[in-house]
């Protein structure tokens, strides 16, 4: 069973640039999260997808930040006009309905943007 | 606004002693806590977690325990094992869909 990855591990881009990065949950996890973490900081909840309903986005820190998800798989998390401080690692991750909060979310290793 | 806080950054146990690792919340809508552990280029991965209606949870060398009214849990570890050496993040959630709210972390350190 494969865990949840994340593409690419490593992402530098120059500041006003647009970036994509990928997520691959586990098989059958039907709740999709994405965080990020700054340097020297605890993780932050960006967007939660959940099957067909409307995914959570109340942790998006600005409008240059949006994420799909295709059915219950793949997602995408897209910054437009990528700034400095979005350095980060942002990191994906999935877990099974109703077990995300008592059993644990299960993530991925994560994808380190450097916007210079 | 932290409502989650793990005001140790950085925690130094010998091995075989005990590790205890703290954590504070100011939402008392939270319902479930939860403890990651994370090396460095991974992510994180669950170890334990008490829901708001325990005390006490423990599994193996691992054992959470929550005071409701303090607003505090601590995550100990006996016996502290050099492999056991990663950040430890507290984590809580309310009815917000199981989204988590993580602490800073704190690095422990296990020396041999």
């Known amino acids: 069973g494969a865990g949840v990855s994340q593409s690419p591990s490593n992402k530098v881009t120059e500041k006003g640039k647009d970036v994509e990065l990928r997520c691959d949950p586990i098989?059958?996890?039907?709740?999709l999260y994405w965080y990020r973490q700054r340097l020297g900081q605890g993780l932050e909840f960006l967007i939660y997808f959940q099957g067909n309903s409307a995914p959570d986005k109340s942790g998006l820190p600005s409008d240059r930040f949006s994420a799909e998800r295709t059915g219950e798989s793949v997602s995408t998390l897209t910054i437009q006009r990528t700034q400095q401080e979005d350095s980060a690692v942002y990191l994906c991750?999935?877990?099974?309905?109703?077990?995300?909060?008592?059993?644990?979310?299960?993530f991925g290793p994560g994808t380190r943007l450097t916007v210079l | 606004d932290q409502q989650v806080k793990q005001n140790s950054p950085s925690l130094s146990v010998q091995e075989g002693r005990i590790s205890i690792l703290n954590c504070d919340y100011t939402n008392s809508m939270f319902d479930y806590f939860l403890w990651y552990k994370k090396y460095p280029a991974e992510g994180p991965t669950f170890l334990i977690s008490i829901s708001s209606i325990k005390d006490k949870n423990e599994d193996g060398r691992f054992t959470v325990f929550l005071n409701k009214s303090a607003k505090h849990l601590s995550l100990h570890i006996v016996p502290s094992q050099p492999g056991d050496s990663a950040v430890y993040f507290c984590?809580?959630?309310?009815?917000?869909?199981?989204?988590?709210?993580f602490g800073q972390g704190t690095e422990l350190s296990v020396k041999p």
């Open positions: 991750a999935s877990s099974l309905v109703g077990t995300g909060r008592g059993r644990g979310q299960y």
């Open positions: 984590a809580a959630s309310g009815n917000q869909g199981g989204k988590l709210i």
């Open positions: 098989s059958g996890h039907t709740a």
